[in-house]
């Protein structure tokens, strides 16, 4: 039996590693940042024969009709080139979809995040949304969590400000805002 190779993991750590990278997010600069990168990791696990042939097995049936045509016709004594061009285009076809599909979940947990913010310290409110690899908040406790896995902190508990924090797809994204920011904001 051909090993698996996990195609939703390189996805999730090819945006993971794209979000370490950036100061602040931006989805447009994101997108940007992982243009090719579904091409480079389709590269990547298509070095070994046995590996080609994993992807096509597990693969094939949701993402197969995404391969393009990758080169032409092939000879019988090709098949082995046919293989891994038909395994490249699969594996790049499931990456880019699962890459997109990761970054509509961050893009809408990003504005959800927002929206919370908006309503705790106003309409007017605008703030830089924190990604980092650990709660960026540590261990200090916070004071609830809802049913979508948002982390609610007071001042009473971070040394005078509000925070907001949520994992999404091995990341996390947070706001953290002062009450004078709020009022400010009003």
């Known amino acids: ?8 993991e390189r996805a999730e ?33 298509c070095i070994y024969h046995h590996w080609c042939q994993a992807i096509i ?7 197969g009709d995404g391969a393009d045509d990758m080169g032409g016709p092939y000879t019988a004594g090709q098949w082995r080139e046919a293989m891994t061009a038909y395994a490249y285009g699969i594996a790049s076809a499931a990456l880019s979809c699962m890459i997109d599909s990761a970054l509509r979940e961050i893009d809408e947990a990003a504005d959800e995040l927002s929206d919370i913010c908006k309503d705790a ?23 609830r969590e809802d049913e979508d896995g948002t982390h609610y902190w ?9 925070a907001i924090a949520r994992q999404v797809r091995g990341v996390w994204l947070s706001f953290t805002w002062t009450p004078a920011d709020a009022e400010a904001s009003r």
Not at 32 to 42: G, I, N, S
Not at 57 to 63: I, L, V
Not at 124 to 133: E, F, K, M, S, V
Request: hydrophobic share 30%; net charge negative; charged share 35%.
């Open 13 to 45: 750590n090819a945006v993971s590693e794209a979000l370490y990278n950036m100061k602040t997010y931006d989805a447009r600069d994101l997108r940007d940042a992982l243009e090719d990168r579904a091409h480079e990791e389709a590269d990547n696990v």
């Open 154 to 162: 007071s001042p009473r508990h971070l040394e005078g400000c509000y």
């Open 57 to 63: 097995q597990d693969y094939e049936r949701e993402y």
């Open 121 to 143: 310290a106003g309409d007017d409110w605008t703030g830089d949304l924190a990604i980092t690899a650990d709660c960026p908040h540590g261990w200090a406790p916070h004071d």
């Open 1 to 8: 039996m051909a090993e698996r190779i996990d195609l939703e």
